[in-house]
């Protein structure tokens, strides 16, 4: 991180520390839309953005959209603790293991880490980005984060992306991820039956397809944590007219990231948009949550109907007070990090 960067950082993690009364006098007054009132520490989030002249990864090449994405969440991760982590590859990708740490009883020492053959809960873990950004550094605070409130393990994986591997690249590996998790689970010391699937964006919709496909292929599957995950590669709601600009996530990013990895192909095949795919039965219960202020917001609550309608068991959760990229922003700020402690509640009790 460079001295600019550095100076960025500590700038945003200080105003993000002032009481609620000093970052309104500083953001300025209330954003509302759609009946919603954008939460006070991300209005003044953005506009520090602003006032930085901090590009959008879209208007920048390729590979340094992929620069800035890694500076953006490493100004808002914080320093997150963690158990362990370990590195692996997994069916041929780079992945990361986050084990939570021993649990503290009131009065006794920390209770022993389990031995190997001890089976837990584990979360397969897609990160977003828009099939185009994103690695295992990008959300390594929010992995950390989840394994140790949720007390899960969280097995990250480095897809292939856009626009260098399109479509299906990124499908392949997490399918081929999800049945590499279920023949490994001794290995891993996961319970083949606690192995949930989540992600973000573009990680939720990988989380999505792969939920499909193990009901299809009857491979085990407890959970699917879907965090405003894109569903619906057309985009035709109000949410996507209403918050294309000015929210972090714009409608140029979101046409960058069907160029470069849905291409050509049909925006409506399942694989890509899981909004038109034919349910099977037996999908996993799900937890969907979206962002008040988020161009994805209504295809993801779309999809939860479309679950419910099938008989899924289904929770969505709307965090009106959000943005699209609040699951990365666990360091700084407060309203992101608790709507992140509620969703890793909702895991630790999916999994119990």
């Not at 879209?58 to 994405?69: H, N, Q, S, V, Y």
Request: proline share 8%.
């Amino acid at each position: 991180m460079t001295i600019s960067e550095r100076v960025k950082t500590w700038g945003l993690r200080g105003a993000l520390a002032l009481p609620e009364r000093a970052q309104r006098l500083i953001g300025g007054p209330p954003v509302v839309r759609d009946g919603q009132t954008l939460a006070t520490d991300t209005q003044l989030m953005l506009r520090m953005q602003r006032l930085a002249r901090e590009p959008g990864a879209e208007t920048l090449p390729i590979p340094d959209g992929r620069r800035a994405i890694l500076r953006h969440s490493a100004m808002t991760a914080g320093t997150q603790p963690v158990g362990g982590v370990g590195a692996l590859t997994v069916a041929g990708r780079p992945a990361r293991l986050y084990a939570p740490s021993p649990v503290v009883e009131e009065g006794r020492s920390p209770v022993s880490k389990p031995p190997q053959s001890t089976h837990r809960p584990l979360l397969l873990f897609f990160h977003g980005g828009g099939f185009m950004y994103g690695d295992l550094d990008s959300h390594d605070a929010t992995c950390r984060f989840l394994a140790e409130r949720a007390g899960v393990q969280v097995l990250a994986i480095d897809y292939r992306l856009g626009p260098e591997e399109p479509f299906p690249a990124a499908y392949d590996d997490a399918l081929a991820a999800h049945r590499w998790v279920v023949d490994h689970a001794d290995e891993l010391g996961a319970d083949p039956a606690r192995i949930a699937v989540g992600g973000d964006s573009a990680g939720g919709n990988l989380a999505a397809v792969v939920a499909i496909e193990a009901a299809r292929a009857g491979l085990p599957l407890a959970f699917q944590l879907l965090i405003y995950p894109a569903t619906d590669a057309v985009r035709d709601t109000e949410s996507a007219a209403m918050f294309a600009e000015g929210f972090y996530l714009t409608k140029a990013f979101m046409d960058l990231a069907n160029a470069s990895y849905i291409g050509a192909t049909d925006p409506r095949d399942p694989r890509v948009s899981p909004a038109y795919a034919d349910l099977p039965a037996g999908l996993a219960p799900a937890y969907v949550a979206t962002a008040g202020f988020d161009p994805l917001r209504d295809e993801g609550e779309a999809y939860a109907r479309k679950l419910a309608d099938a008989g899924v068991e289904v929770e969505l959760r709307r965090f009106p007070d959000q943005i699209h990229g609040f699951f990365n922003v666990v360091g700084v700020g407060r309203t992101s990090r608790a709507a992140i402690a509620e969703i890793a509640v909702k895991l630790k009790a999916a999994l119990a």
